[in-house]
């Protein structure tokens, strides 16, 4: 079906689901179709082990690499509805541009309050925020202005209601913290390659800023940075080197098991908690030069 415009002269805009453990079954024909330049759309849902009730063998962890790592596909894992539509469409749109990728999303069934987003609706305005979305990232929380020592978290997907509670825990602890949430990573990554490649083929050391110094302010960049994703560990360990600060990454790093959100979140490191330890880590070995 993705290739239905070069042999049939109809161009179709196919979309399809399918359990995101699953995705590794079909890892053979998925990078087929993307060599042979197919467009199409496919969710992976539920995804990590936020698919609590399930067993470990279905709570798949590895999934956000190999979305961020094959050629002519983008990545994306958003948290919120207006997320969901906004992209969506704009991959559909993209099925049908010369320049144009096929796409995943990494989704869950978990239920989140959307009053976040609509927050950062109305700090940013709603063109604005979409710009935003569509480029990978935005800033779901931005830290107070004050003196005190700060961190930057950053999540992606099904992890924001985690970090979101973390940053107000830690401004409990006198630790100011904004909340980056990617809705790419992808993407991210990509922009930040980017900006290397562009200065190497210019043969000039001085670089344009990357989506990740876009997102967080320069007087915030000395900041440690805190990821968490129900993924892989490794999937957001680029962002220290992106921005240029020390950085502890938080993720899925063993086989899950069945129980309830908070017992697995927990006992694979990515709770509120454990972000929060992560973080008043990270400040003190900022300050005290650990």
């Known amino acids: 079906l993705g290739l239905s415009h070069d042999h049939h002269g109809q161009h179709l805009l196919p979309v399809g689901?399918?359990?995101?453990?699953?995705?590794?079954?079909?890892?053979?024909a998925f990078i087929y179709s993307l060599y042979n330049d197919a467009?199409?759309?496919?969710?992976?849902?539920?995804?990590?082990?936020?698919?609590?009730?399930?067993?470990?063998?279905?709570?798949?962890?590895?999934?956000?690499?190999?979305g961020a790592e094959l050629p002519a596909l983008t990545y994306f894992e958003p948290a919120y509805a207006t997320e969901v539509d906004w992209l969506l469409c704009a991959a559909l749109d993209?099925?049908?541009?010369?320049?144009?990728?096929?796409?995943?999303?990494?989704?869950?069934t978990r239920p989140l309050d959307q009053?976040?987003?609509?927050?950062?609706?109305?700090?940013?305005?709603?063109?604005?925020?979409?710009?935003?979305?569509?480029?990978?990232?935005?800033?779901?929380?931005?830290?107070?202005?004050?003196?005190?020592?700060?961190?930057?978290?950053?999540?992606t997907g099904v992890m924001a209601p985690e970090a979101l509670a973390a940053a107000e825990a830690l401004g409990e602890e006198g630790v100011d913290a904004a909340v980056v949430h990617l809705t790419s990573p992808d993407l991210t990554y990509?922009?930040?390659?980017?900006?290397?490649?562009?200065?190497?083929a210019a043969a000039t050391v001085v670089r344009r800023p990357s989506r990740m110094h876009q997102l967080i302010p320069p007087e915030e960049r000395h900041r440690p940075v805190v990821s968490v994703h129900d993924a892989s560990s490794h999937a957001l360990a680029w962002l220290g080197a992106a921005v240029g600060s020390r950085h502890i990454p938080l993720g899925v790093d063993r086989f899950g098991e069945s129980g309830t959100i908070a017992d697995l979140h927990a006992i694979a490191g990515i709770s509120t908690?454990?972000?929060v330890n992560a973080a008043l880590i990270a400040v003190y070995e900022s300050t005290e030069g650990g």
Do not use: C, K, N
């Not at 467009?39 to 190999?66: C, D, K, M, N, Y």
């Not at 109305?122 to 005190?148: C, F, I, M």
């Open 17 to 28: 689901t399918v359990y995101d453990p699953f995705v590794l079954r079909g890892l053979d």
């Open 39 to 66: 467009r199409f759309v496919v969710a992976g849902t539920p995804s990590g082990i936020t698919l609590a009730p399930e067993g470990g063998a279905h709570q798949s962890t590895v999934t956000a690499g190999v």
């Open 94 to 108: 993209g099925l049908s541009r010369p320049d144009g990728e096929s796409a995943y999303f990494r989704l869950s």
């Open 115 to 155: 009053a976040p987003f609509a927050a950062a609706a109305e700090r940013l305005g709603t063109d604005e925020l979409r710009r935003q979305v569509l480029s990978g990232g935005y800033q779901l929380r931005p830290a107070p202005l004050t003196d005190r020592p700060g961190v930057t978290l950053v999540t």
């Open 190 to 200: 990509r922009s930040w390659q980017g900006t290397y490649r562009a200065a190497a």
């Open 273 to 275: 908690g454990d972000i």
